[in-house]
């Protein structure tokens, strides 16, 4: 059984924090002490996979503990808890303690947080990934549009019989086609960071259904298994769509590539968990905390497409106010869970 996250809770963090924590779809198990100088023991018995902290006017003394603390588990990430006030005061502090600084404000901002503290390395914040898929959509939409116009008026005013020359349009025209999909799916992606757009009712098992009825019937596939129970969440019926076709497409991916994978969709007493276990050597370099960059999957498998499904996937699922998270098992399989608040 999977054992819950602990994440240890130090200084002045306010109460709406504790509950947004002990909120969070995969359980973690949540303790909160006053000081690092006076707890660190405590907190190291307590084992920690992540530290949020807040530091008070004087941090000297805590920065101090926490150097200490950290040398006595490694392990353990490190968030810096502050707020929009004094996030410019301690952006460097968080830098040169290798933390991630946390503003609680935009929705799924906390899980991203957690995540890749525990994960460890530099990636950017999310936000950096979502304002740059936003301007490379709006940089592209206008032009690809004049073009699929112009295109559009050459091929209504081609001789009928000038068959090959349409066939070229007919293939310039799908290309296109290609390219706006592209850039909707990366203007879905910078939506999805705000949130639903719309809350409804959404049957995670339905919209898989759909996702399979879309595969192609030429290739290999991931083993899906849907198991028993109700699988409806309150969510944006696109947004989520979207999401679970890219995760099931990015798991046929690798299946085509030669991996063993497997899709499941269980019903958690506090959510719905979408678990995508993948295997083989194809995954042997696969570094976790780049696993949601967009377009890492293609660089680290080196297989073009197969860029922004996770990414996709893991935006959607935070801005509900689920989780996405990835691990690596001891048999060297890549376990990615996506979990949404039932």
Do not use: K
Request: charge should be negative; hydrophobic fraction near 45%; proline fraction near 7%.
């Amino acid at each position: 059984m999977d054992r819950p996250a602990r994440i240890a809770v130090v200084g002045p963090a306010t109460d709406r924090l504790l509950a947004d924590l002990r909120a969070l779809p995969l359980n973690p198990e949540v303790r909160r002490w006053s000081s690092l100088c006076n707890d660190s023991e405590a907190v190291v018995q307590f084992q920690a996979d992540v530290l949020c902290i807040a530091f008070g006017p004087d941090p000297a003394e805590e920065v101090g503990a926490l150097r200490a603390l950290r040398n006595l588990w490694p392990a353990m990430g490190v968030v810096l808890v502050t707020d929009a006030a004094h996030e410019l005061r301690d952006a460097p502090l968080a830098a040169r303690l290798g933390a991630q600084l946390l503003v609680p404000d935009a929705p799924g901002q906390l899980a991203a947080v957690l995540e890749q503290a525990r994960l460890g390395g530099n990636r950017p914040r999310p936000e950096v990934f979502h304002d740059l898929a936003r301007g490379v959509a709006d940089e592209i939409n206008n032009p690809l549009m004049f073009v699929a116009g112009h295109l559009q008026l050459l091929r209504g005013s081609l001789d009928p019989n000038a068959a090959g020359h349409r066939e070229q349009l007919d293939s310039a025209l799908a290309g296109v086609q290609r390219i706006q999909a592209g850039v909707d799916r990366l203007r879905l992606v910078a939506e999805a960071a705000h949130g639903p757009a719309r809350r409804e009712p959404v049957d995670l098992a339905l919209l898989l259904s759909a996702a399979v009825a879309a595969r192609r019937s030429d290739r290999e596939h991931a083993t899906l298994t849907i198991a028993a129970g109700g699988h409806t969440v309150p969510g944006d019926p696109e947004q989520l769509g979207a999401a679970l076709l890219g995760l099931l497409q990015f798991a046929d991916d690798l299946a085509v590539l030669g991996a063993q994978c497997r899709v499941r969709l269980d019903a958690l007493p506090a959510g719905r968990r979408l678990r995508l276990e993948a295997s083989g050597h194809e995954l042997a370099t696969w570094q976790l905390p780049h696993s949601f960059e967009p377009f890492y999957p293609s660089r680290a498998l080196r297989a073009p497409g197969l860029g922004l499904g996770l990414f996709l996937a893991q935006t959607v699922f935070l801005g509900h106010r689920g989780q996405a998270t990835v691990q690596r098992l001891r048999d060297g399989t890549v376990q990615f869970d996506f979990v949404l608040p039932a």
